[in-house]
């Protein structure tokens, strides 16, 4: 008897606390994906980067072999300028030094990776009344941006996402869930087929150096915001049509942005992953409010109705794509 009102008393803990312990979950499942990350790039990456430094030492050991009247801490100082230089953007190479980072195709580029929050890393401001605009240009476009985005996104979403799925349920009497989750799906192949696939192969052809996979990778880098620089396209010496190439690229990222969030709100909308995000956040103690409000002799008629209100407005919030409109309202609209 004992054991059975421990585990009773057990159990009713876990269920008081769930918030709690998934949570906590959560937090040890995303450290441990951190480490596993750490652990496979280090034991991809280092081989590589071992055989490149190796690779780096027989070069100069060779160079210096080769030119007795330099010494290597001439070289090494001139290797730091250039390196410093290229940080910025700048390049010594020859065959480099006709495109120019500043340009206002090129601003016009790094201003959409700034604001966007991409930030490839190859080319930066050069001068402090450079860098000062930059704070201050990102302190204000970046929220700028997050609000377009937004605006844009709510208004394409209705057209993409909501009213397709009421469609089909309304006209063929579907299940919203399964339709929700089928249409997901499918936006969800017609944007990697759109601004992934197809542009990765526009990508391999247009950069002379770039394979499907970089091509591939790069629009993964640039459409995730994660911009790591190391793939940056119009930046060959024989780049045809720069400044449009540029633009067009502008014009993709800006694009690709906005149908990623489109896929992602569409997703977030779909009810089970509604009810599998609540199993991580703080429920709201609705107990103690109608508590408090009884206290108060608040349960007037006006309280009550207001009271109903909300609670069908919250269960319509839950509810994946439903709009404030009736059943009738909604089937002339299609009608129309």
């Known amino acids: 008897m004992l054991q059975s009102l421990a585990g009773s008393s057990c159990v009713r803990l876990v269920e008081q606390h769930r918030s709690a312990w998934c949570f906590a979950l959560l937090v040890l499942g995303y450290l441990l994906y951190l480490v596993f990350g750490a652990v496979v790039f280090s034991s991809v990456e280092l081989p590589y980067e071992d055989l490149l430094r190796q690779e780096l030492g027989k070069l100069k050991q060779r160079f210096l072999e080769e030119h007795a009247c330099l010494s290597e801490q001439q070289l090494e100082q001139f290797l730091v300028r250039v ?27 790094f201003a959409s990776t700034v604001l966007s929050t991409t ?5 930066v401001p050069l001068s402090d009344g450079g860098k000062a605009f930059c704070i201050i240009y990102s302190v204000i476009g970046i929220p700028f941006t997050l609000l377009f985005l937004t605006a844009v996104v709510q208004r394409i979403i209705v057209y993409v996402t909501r009213r397709p799925v009421l469609y089909f349920h ?7 869930q399964v339709v929700a989750i089928i249409h997901a799906i499918v936006l969800g192949f017609i944007t990697v087929s759109c601004f992934f696939l197809i542009p990765a192969a526009i990508f391999s052809v247009l950069e002379d150096d770039w394979n499907f996979l970089e091509s591939f990778y790069f629009c993964f880098i640039s459409l995730s915001t994660i911009g790591l620089g190391d793939y940056v396209p119009g930046e060959g010496y024989n780049q045809k049509f720069r400044e449009l190439y540029k633009i067009g690229i502008t014009c993709y990222l800006l694009l690709g942005l906005i149908a990623m969030l489109v896929v992602l709100e569409t997703f977030c909308e779909l009810h089970e ?50 709009t404030s409109q009736s059943p009738t309202s909604n089937d002339s609209s299609l009608n129309n």
């Open 83 to 109: 390196l410093e230089a290229s940080n910025y953007g700048v390049s010594v190479l020859s065959n480099a030094s006709g495109n120019w980072n500043w340009d206002f195709t090129s601003s016009l580029f």
């Open 119 to 123: 930030g490839y890393g190859h080319t």
């Open 170 to 176: 309304i006209r063929w009497g579907f299940s919203k």
């Open 273 to 322: 992953l509604k009810k599998f995000r609540k199993l991580f956040y703080v429920k709201k103690d609705k107990e103690e409010d109608q508590v408090h409000i009884m206290e108060h002799d608040q349960l007037s008629f006006s309280s009550i109705s207001d009271q109903a209100a909300s609670m069908k407005d919250d269960q319509k919030a839950n509810e994946p794509f439903v």
